[in-house]
């Protein structure tokens, strides 16, 4: 279970940083309409997933697993690092 909520937070929060990029990626026809249309899908139902809800997933994984529950702080670490690196650039 743990592997499940760890992948879900790695995926919601990789999803939503990259967005724009994918949506750019498919304007330069380098994602087919096909894997835009799986991306979008993916995309709106992580959308339609409440932050209490994630939060929720992020509240169990720490009480369960704090080993997996790092790995996602670091990855919204390294995700908020390379944000603002790119807003700094603008």
């Known amino acids: 279970m743990n ?3 760890l992948r879900t937070l ?13 949506e750019k990626a498919f304007e330069d026809n380098k994602i087919t309409e096909e894997g835009m249309k799986v991306i979008s899908f993916i995309n709106e139902d ?13 509240n169990k994984l720490k009480s369960q697993s704090i ?13 908020d690092g390379i944000n603002e690196h790119y807003h700094e650039a603008d």
């Open 67 to 79: 080993i997996d529950y790092e790995k996602v702080q670091e990855l919204k670490n390294h995700l």
């Open 10 to 22: 790695e995926e919601y929060f990789m999803i939503d940083y990259c967005w724009d990029d994918l």
């Open 46 to 58: 992580l959308k339609s997933t409440s932050k209490s809800l994630v939060q929720e997933i992020e």
């Open 3 to 5: 592997k499940v909520m």
